[in-house]
C-alpha cells in the first residue's frame, strides 16, 4: 500500500516537476492539477516534461483564486483521478508545487502504513479558535461571498457589512457542524471516497461554494462525518503570519528544516536551490538524520509575528513610529528623574550612584549643555551633548538615550531651570520614576550672592514653572510613578524617603543605606523665604519654614551623619 | 485626508513627471542597452558625477546582489566615469551637461526614466556611494526580498542613509579603485537619530548622526535628511519628490507602522567619507549646485578645515546587517 499525492500548481513549473519526480521515484502515483491562468503553452511543455514518469497524471484544470471554491474543486477532480486510476493508494497527501519533502518518501508510506485508518487533518470548530485574520470566522458559514477578496474588495466589504446589517444568515446543510483547519491534509482512501461518493455530495458543494476560503473548511468539515480516527493536526509544516499568508522558507533556513518532525514542508521560495538539493535527494545520499527540535522552528516565526505586530518598546526607527499612545512603552527601560535632591544635598550624584549602582547623570535638560555622567560630551549611540540637538527633539533625545543604554539603569537630575519641553513626555511615561522635593530649587538662589531683586524675581519663575510640572505629575492621564514631597516635608525625615527610593531602583539586593548624602547648610533659610514674602513673592511650593526654627537656639550638635538606628 | 489636499497632491504629481517629460531633452545617449531589460529584472537607477573611483567596486556589488541592469544619468563627469560606463555590457549611460540644481538634485532626469523604462520593475535608486543592506543579505539575495514584498502587496521598501566614516583622519587612508570602502569607512553613529513625521507627505523625516552631531551641532534643523525609500516597485504614475526621501501617491512613503509593530527595513551604508571627501567638498561648493545654497557643504568646509575628525569614543564598527537590526537602525519586520 502506498500514498497518493496530489499537487495544486499554479507557479514554479519547474520546482513542482522536480519534487513530482521525487515522489514518483519513490514509488507514489502524482496527479498534479494545473491553474488554468498557466497558460497553454507553457501547460504544455509542463505536461512533455513529465512525459516520461509513469505514474504521474494531470487533472481536470479550473481557476483558482485565493478564497474561493475553485481549489476545492481542483482537489476534487484530482483525488477522483487518483482513487480511479491508483489502486494501490491507501492514504491521499495533498501537496502544492512549493511544498518540499523534508524526510525520505519511505519513512511517510512506513509511517502511514502503522496507521492505515488515520486521518490526518487538522480540524477545529470555529468556535474553538482564534486563527483567523480579518475578524470573519463563523460568519464564514453563514454569509455569502460572491466577490472576490483580492480584485473587488470594496464590493466585499460592502456586502459583508450589509448582510450583517439585515443580519442574514443561512443554515448549514443537514445541520453539519463547521470545522476548520491547514489546507494541507492526508485522508485515507476510505473518508476521502465516502466525501466524494456521498449522495448529498451535491448539496455540500452548493452550499460550500459560497463558503469563504472553503478550501480551509470543505475537507475539515465533512472528513468529520465519515473518519474514523481523525488526527486533527497537519503533516506538512506551514507557518502563517500576521496577516494569514505562509512564511516562505529560503536556503538559510536549511539546518531549521532538518530539525523539523514534519514530512512535508511549505512553502519553499522557488531559488532556493540548497533547499532543493538537499531534501530532493534518495535515501542513501540523505544527510545524516539530527534530532528533531520543531520547537525552534515556532519560536523563530512566531517572533517574527511577534516583532510585526508590538515590536520593540520603546524603539523608534525609520519603520517603526508609533501614533501617541501605540509606543507599547514610550521608552524601552525604566529610569528615574529627581527633582531637587541635587540642590538640598551637596553630594547627590556620587552618593546616588553608590547607594545604587546606576548611571546618574546631572540635569541631562540643563539649559547650556547635557549634563552627562562623568561630564562626558558624547555617551552610548554616539549621542552628544548639544543642548541645541536635545531641544530640536527632546522626546527623541530622551528615548534614544533609554534605548542606547538597554541594560543600565539611568537617573537624572530635572529642575524648573531646565528645558520643560520634555515635561509632558515624562509624566506620560510608565517607565519613568519621578521624585520631586518641590522648593529645592530656592536653596541654591539663597547660597548665592546676588541681587535681591534678581533673586526675586527668578524665584517667582521657578516656583510657576515647577507649580506646573507638579500639576502635570498629578493629572489623571499621568502615567508616571510620581512622589512628591514638600522640601520642609521631605527634610524632616529624608532618610526614610531616601532609602524608599533607592531600594526601588538599586540594581543590586536592596539593604539599608548605611551612608548619607550631605545636607546644604539652611541655617537662614528660613529668613530668606520670609524675605521673599516680605517683597510680596510668595514661595508656597517648600512647605512651612518657620523663621525661627532654624535659628541657632538649639545647640548644635557635633556634625554626625545621619544613622538610622535599629 | 480632505479631498482638496488629495487633489492637490495629485496634481503636485502630475506637474512632477510632465516636468520629468520636458527635462528628457536635457540627456542626450551615450549607449542604451535598455533592450536587455527582461520582464522581471531588478534595475538600478543612479546619478553621478566625477565618481570613477568608486564604480568598479560600486558594479560588483549591485551584481551580487541580483541587479539585472543599471540606468545612469552622467552628470557631465570629467575623470572618465562616462567611459567606463559606456564599456560596461549591463549598464546605459545617458549623458548631460545641464544644471544638476535646476533638475532638482537629479530627480526630474530619473523619474523620466524610471517612467519610460522600470515600469512594472522593481527599481532601485541610490547614489554611488551608497550599498544597500536589507535583512538577511548576506543569505538571500534581492531578489527573494522583492518577492517577499511582491507576496506581501507591499510596494515600497524603507532603507535608510547611514553615514559610516573612518576612525582618524578622512584623509588618513587612500582609496583604490575596486576596494570595499567599508574596509576604511567601517564605522557609524548606532543612536543619535531624531525622527518626526512629514505631515504632508506622510514620511518620516530622519535628521542625525555623524553629520548633525559634528557639522550641525548648533543647527540641527539645517542637518540632512536621512530618511530613504530606494527600493520601489515602480509604475510610470510614481514620482520621486525630494531625492529618494519621500515619493508620491503618498502611499508609497508609509514604509512605518503606526500602531507600534516594526515593518521590514534597509539601510544604505553611506560611504561618502573617504579620503576623496574634503577635495570634493570644495569642489561641489564652488559648483553650488547642492541643496539649500549648499548649506551642508559650506558647513563642511568650514570644518573639516579644523578636524577632520568624525569618530568619538562610542562609535560603533559596522560588523553586518544582524548588529544594525540589533541596535535598532534597521528590521526584519515579519520576514522571516
Request: overall charge positive; hydrophobic content about 35%.
Amino acid at each position: 500500500m502506498t500514498v497518493g499525492i496530489v499537487m495544486l500548481v499554479h507557479t514554479a513549473l519547474n520546482r513542482a516537476e522536480q519534487v513530482a519526480r521525487h515522489w514518483a521515484a519513490a514509488g507514489c502515483p502524482v496527479v498534479i492539477h494545473v491553474d488554468v491562468n498557466v497558460g497553454r503553452k507553457t501547460y504544455n511543455d509542463f505536461r512533455q516534461s513529465l512525459h516520461d514518469v509513469d505514474r504521474v497524471r494531470f487533472s481536470k484544470r479550473h481557476r483558482c483564486e485565493w478564497g474561493t471554491w475553485g481549489i476545492v474543486a481542483a482537489t476534487q477532480s484530482a483525488a477522483e483521478l487518483m482513487l480511479r486510476d491508483f489502486d494501490d493508494v491507501r492514504h491521499v497527501y495533498l501537496a502544492s508545487g512549493s511544498c518540499l519533502p523534508l524526510r525520505p518518501v519511505e519513512e511517510l508510506i512506513a509511517y502511514l502504513n502503522d496507521r492505515p485508518r488515520t486521518d490526518f487533518i487538522e480540524s477545529a470548530t470555529t468556535a474553538d479558535v482564534p486563527w483567523t485574520v480579518g475578524g470573519l470566522d463563523s460568519e464564514r458559514f453563514t454569509m455569502r461571498f460572491p466577490f472576490s477578496w483580492k480584485r473587488h474588495r470594496y464590493l466585499f466589504d460592502r456586502y459583508v457589512s450589509f448582510q450583517r446589517r439585515i443580519k442574514y444568515k443561512r443554515k448549514m446543510p443537514n445541520g453539519i457542524v463547521p470545522h476548520m483547519g491547514s489546507q494541507w491534509w492526508c485522508l485515507t482512501r476510505h473518508t476521502l471516497s465516502a466525501i466524494l461518493e456521498d449522495p448529498d455530495r451535491g448539496k455540500y458543494d452548493r452550499f460550500f461554494r459560497r463558503v469563504w476560503i472553503p478550501d480551509e473548511s470543505y475537507f475539515q468539515t465533512l472528513a468529520r462525518l465519515y473518519s474514523h480516527h481523525v488526527e486533527s493536526r497537519s503533516l506538512t509544516l506551514s507557518k502563517f503570519d500576521f496577516q494569514g499568508k505562509p512564511h516562505i522558507f529560503y536556503d538559510d533556513h536549511l539546518q531549521l528544516l532538518r530539525r523539523s518532525d514534519c514530512f512535508v514542508a511549505r512553502k519553499i521560495w522557488p531559488q532556493a536551490t540548497r533547499l532543493y538539493r538537499a531534501f530532493l535527494t534518495d535515501e542513501a545520499s540523505a544527510m545524516k538524520r539530527t534530532e528533531p527540535n520543531p520547537g525552534k522552528i515556532d519560536r523563530i516565526f512566531s517572533r517574527a509575528v511577534e516583532r510585526r505586530t508590538r515590536g520593540r518598546p520603546g524603539l523608534y526607527m525609520q519603520s517603526r513610529f508609533p501614533n501617541w499612545g501605540w509606543e507599547n512603552g514610550m521608552t524601552c527601560a525604566p529610569y528615574s528623574v529627581f527633582q531637587g535632591f541635587a540642590e538640598l544635598f551637596e553630594d547627590f550624584e556620587p552618593w546616588l550612584t553608590r547607594a545604587t549602582g546606576t548611571r546618574v547623570h546631572g540635569h541631562l535638560f540643563a539649559p547650556g549643555r547635557v549634563e552627562y555622567a562623568g561630564g562626558q560630551d558624547v555617551i552610548n549611540g554616539a549621542l552628544p551633548d548639544s543642548a541645541a540637538i536635545r531641544d530640536y527633539n527632546p522626546r527623541s533625545f530622551l528615548t534614544n538615550l533609554i534605548w542606547n543604554t538597554r541594560g543600565e539603569r539611568q537617573c537624572f537630575q530635572f529642575g524648573p531651570a531646565d528645558a520643560q519641553k520634555i515635561g509632558t513626555d515624562l509624566a506620560q511615561d510608565p517607565n519613568a520614576s519621578i521624585a520631586v522635593i518641590t522648593g529645592a530649587w530656592a536653596v541654591p538662589l539663597f547660597n548665592t550672592n546676588r541681587n535681591f531683586g534678581e533673586l526675586r524675581a527668578e524665584a517667582a519663575r521657578l516656583q510657576k514653572i515647577e507649580s506646573k510640572f507638579v500639576e502635570r505629575l498629578r493629572a489623571p492621564s499621568a502615567k508616571a510613578r510620581s512622589r512628591i514631597w514638600s522640601m520642609a516635608e521631605f527634610i524632616e525625615a529624608p532618610m526614610e524617603s531616601l532609602q524608599n527610593l533607592t531600594d526601588g531602583i538599586a540594581t543590586r539586593a536592596p539593604r539599608r543605606l548605611t551612608e548619607a548624602p550631605k545636607m546644604v547648610d539652611l541655617t537662614g533659610f528660613g529668613h530668606f523665604l520670609q524675605n521673599l514674602k516680605n517683597q510680596g513673592m510668595h514661595p508656597y511650593l517648600m512647605g512651612d519654614f518657620p523663621v525661627t526654627a532654624d535659628t541657632p537656639e538649639r545647640p548644635r550638635r557635633q556634625p554626625k551623619p545621619y544613622l538610622v538606628q535599629k | 485626508m480632505s479631498v482638496a489636499k488629495k487633489y492637490r497632491l495629485r496634481l503636485q504629481r502630475r506637474r512632477w513627471l510632465i516636468r520629468a517629460v520636458r527635462r528628457r531633452r536635457d540627456l542626450s545617449v551615450v549607449a542604451n542597452r535598455t533592450s536587455q531589460i527582461r520582464k522581471r529584472d531588478i534595475l538600478l537607477f543612479s546619478t553621478l558625477r566625477n565618481e570613477h573611483i568608486r564604480l568598479p567596486y560600486f558594479f560588483e556589488y549591485y551584481r551580487e546582489l541580483g541587479v539585472s541592469h543599471f540606468l545612469i544619468v552622467d552628470n557631465d563627469s570629467t575623470d572618465g566615469s562616462r567611459e567606463y560606463l559606456a564599456e560596461q555590457p549591463d549598464v546605459s549611460v545617458w549623458h548631460t551637461a545641464k544644471s544638476y540644481k535646476r533638475a532638482r538634485y537629479g530627480v526630474d532626469w530619473l523619474n523620466w526614466l524610471q517612467m519610460r523604462h522600470a515600469h512594472g520593475h522593481w527599481t532601485l535608486v541610490v547614489d554611488p556611494d551608497e550599498f544597500f543592506v536589507y535583512p538577511f543579505c548576506d543569505t538571500r539575495p534581492l531578489r527573494a526580498l522583492t518577492d517577499w514584498l511582491d507576496a506581501s502587496s507591499i510596494k515600497s521598501f524603507a532603507a535608510m542613509l547611514l553615514d559610516m566614516y573612518p576612525k582618524g583622519r578622512l584623509d588618513a587612508e587612500p582609496y583604490h579603485p575596486g576596494q570595499n570602502p567599508l574596509e576604511i569607512t567601517s564605522w557609524f553613529d548606532a543612536g543619535n537619530y531624531m525622527i518626526t513625521k512629514n505631515p504632508e507627505f506622510g514620511n518620516l523625516w530622519i535628521q542625525g548622526g555623524p553629520r548633525a552631531r559634528v557639522f550641525f551641532r548648533d543647527t540641527p534643523q539645517k542637518a540632512p535628511a536621512l530618511n530613504k525609500i530606494p527600493l520601489v516597485k515602480w509604475d510610470r504614475r510614481y514620482t520621486y519628490v525630494s531625492s529618494t526621501h519621500n515619493l508620491l501617491p503618498r502611499g508609497l512613503n508609509q514604509v512605518y507602522d503606526e500602531w507600534g509593530g516594526e515593518k521590514a527595513s534597509g539601510v544604505l551604508l553611506h560611504t561618502k567619507f573617504l579620503n576623496t571627501f574634503p577635495e570634493k567638498a570644495v569642489e561641489e561648493l564652488d559648483r553650488g549646485q547642492h541643496y539649500a545654497a549648499s548649506v551642508e557643504y559650506r558647513a563642511y568646509a568650514k570644518q573639516l578645515r579644523d578636524s577632520p575628525e568624525l569618530w568619538c569614543k562610542w562609535s560603533e564598527k559596522y560588523i553586518n546587517w544582524r548588529q544594525l537590526e540589533i541596535l535598532g537602525l534597521m528590521s526584519k519586520g515579519n520576514w522571516a
